[in-house]
């Protein structure tokens, strides 16, 4: 199991952008509390999962099995 950044620099400069604009939080929710806080709650739920392969929401972040 590994994470990794996308592989496509364009889109994650462009979340890293998000990020600092909002202070650390995932750019694409309106909600700021500590569930948004990058990295998200619903990604680190998902890296929990042995069998889950995909992107986060905001396409930063990729889990290899």
């Known amino acids: 199991m590994a994470v990794r ?7 994650v400069e462009k979340v ?3 990020l600092r604009a909002k ?3 995932c750019p694409c929710v309106l909600q700021m509390n500590e569930d948004t806080k990058c ?4 990604f680190r739920e998902k890296i929990a999962d042995p069998d889950f392969e995909g992107y986060c929401h905001c ?3 990729y889990k290899e099995k």
């Open 39 to 42: 990295m998200c709650r619903d």
């Open 23 to 25: 202070n650390g939080y």
């Open 59 to 61: 396409m930063l972040y």
């Open 16 to 18: 890293q952008e998000g």
């Open 5 to 11: 950044f996308n592989e496509d620099k364009a889109v």
